[in-house]
């Protein structure tokens, strides 16, 4: 089985498999010798992507998303000691505070947004679901992040991301955070309007634009 075929079958063994199926496909990968980060963004990734699109159109329900959630992870669990001896050679990027806002529990998307900027070169602080605006802060400035990544999966919390940055403002702190958002219902037109510097649609969006904007702080 070559490279692509490899790749491909990973996005498909997201939504499709078993988590045992999804841990002898990545253990494939690295037998084959294909980047783990790769076999994230190219192949892992791209499925978790196509369910989560899938989800929101309603094609597809909570339990197939845990599923997808739970094969994800069993993969990147075999992948992740070989990132782990990589990310010993490789440069911090910078250090992203990552949590999911006040009133929304949901963590999937947040969890794998974590993993892959993780495995990015980032290091990350996942400080969980259900922060109130100046506990994010307050940890943001204890750990000295670089950045905050903000996640909101429902509608109706979407505007503690708002209260996120206009805290940051009010305290004389917005320049000093590069503030990234995400989740379901957040898109672009929504951070523009709240002035966060960043959205990311996937966790491989999340990833890339984080990588920019620390080189453009840098």
């Known amino acids: 089985m070559d490279k692509h075929r490899i790749l491909e ?12 199926e999804a841990k002898t496909l990545a253990q ?11 076999a994230i963004e190219q192949g892992l990734s791209k499925g978790m992507t196509l369910i989560g699109s899938k989800f929101e159109t309603g094609e597809a329900y909570l339990p197939e998303l845990l599923m997808a959630a739970a094969n994800f992870n069993a993969a990147v669990a075999v992948l992740k000691p070989v990132m782990d001896a990589q990310k010993k050679r490789m440069e911090r990027l910078g250090k992203v505070l990552i949590g999911t806002v006040k009133g929304d529990v949901h963590s999937i998307g947040k969890d794998i947004v974590a993993s892959v900027l993780d495995t990015s070169g980032f290091e990350v602080v996942d400080i969980g679901v259900d922060n109130p605006s100046l506990n994010i802060i307050e940890e943001a400035e204890k750990i000295q992040a670089d950045v905050i990544a903000l996640s ?6 979407m505007p503690a991301q708002r209260e996120v940055i206009d805290t940051l403002k009010e305290m004389g702190l917005r320049q000093k955070y ?8 957040v898109n672009q037109e929504w951070a523009d309007r709240i002035g966060a510097d960043g959205y990311g649609k996937s966790a491989v969006d999340a990833v890339t634009i984080a990588k920019d904007l620390m080189a453009r702080k840098k």
């Open 28 to 38: 494939t990968a690295v037998a084959k010798g294909i980047d783990p980060l790769e």
């Open 9 to 20: 079958r990973l996005t498909a063994v997201v939504i499709d498999g078993t988590e045992e």
């Open 152 to 157: 909101s999966v429902m509608t109706t919390t």
């Open 178 to 185: 590069i503030v990234i958002i995400g989740g379901g219902p």
